[in-house]
């Protein structure tokens, strides 16, 4: 494995200040989707890929859902990076690296049994989302999976549509107070101060899961699944997909 870094995006989740796990913590909504997404990963994979991995709390998921596997972390956050690489020292098969889904050069072809991630992809410009879609394909072995748990929207269109803008609108505020009452004020105003970047699409870029669904396809993934987890009104889902095997 490289030392080299790979590409690494510009990012304003380097400037967290809070504490993310914590936060994140609080929020069963946010609990449940991991855990649906964890739940997808075969029992038997060896070497596994955390993809946007942040502080590596879903890290620590898949560590405990797979205690003998290898698990590699790459994020465009290097105080994120810094945070995982410091939760899991004493851990000599989990490593972190910089990187980005749309290069993976870090890694040959066909290096993992599985990859998953988890509220990081929604960051993808639109345009990068075939040449994502296709590192993912590529770093897989066959019958390898996917499992991409985030967020994710009713309507797409340009920034400027109103029914685009109305959509995020009302479905990011009603978010916003269901953090309030069910989770923490702090998850509530993360949600808050992220809407101007999800209404500019301005690093927030929400997609339908057909959306991304139909890139997974055309990359030549097979099985395309959506799994709706709860509460439903929020929009999080599960989109996974299998690379076929030989």
Known sequence: MTEA????????????????????NTDA?????????????????????????GTGRLTKLCRDALPGARIVGVDPAPTMV?????????????????????????????????VISSFALHHLELDVYATAAAELFRVLRPGG?????????????????????????????????HYLEHACFERMLLQVDL????????GEILTTPEYWGDRLTEAGFEQVTI?????????NRVVWAVKPAR
């Not at 989740?13 to 993310?20: R, T």
């Not at 909504?29 to 991995?53: E, H, I, R, Y």
């Not at 995982?84 to 290096?111: H, I, M, Q, T, Y």
């Not at 809407?195 to 301005?202: C, G, Q």
């Open 227 to 235: 799994v709706s987890t709860p509460p439903a009104e929020l929009y």
């Open 29 to 53: 909504s946010n609990v449940a989707l991991l855990s649906a997404a964890v739940a997808l990963l075969p029992a038997d994979v060896k070497d596994l890929l955390d993809v946007g991995s």
């Open 145 to 177: 999976r996917f499992v991409n748990a985030d967020q994710f929207c009713r309507v797409m269109g340009p920034v400027a549509s109103q029914e685009r803008a109305l959509d995020i609108l009302d479905l990011l505020t009603a978010k916003a107070r």
């Open 195 to 202: 809407l101007p970047r999800f209404m500019r699409e301005d």
């Open 82 to 114: 810094q945070a995982a690489r410091e939760k899991f020292a004493a851990d000599p098969d989990v490593s972190f690296a910089d990187g980005v889904v749309e290069d993976l050069s870090l890694f040959p072809d066909n290096s993992f049994d599985a």
């Open 5 to 24: 870094p790979a590409q690494v995006a510009e990012t304003h989740w380097n400037d967290v200040g809070i504490d993310y796990d914590k936060v994140l």
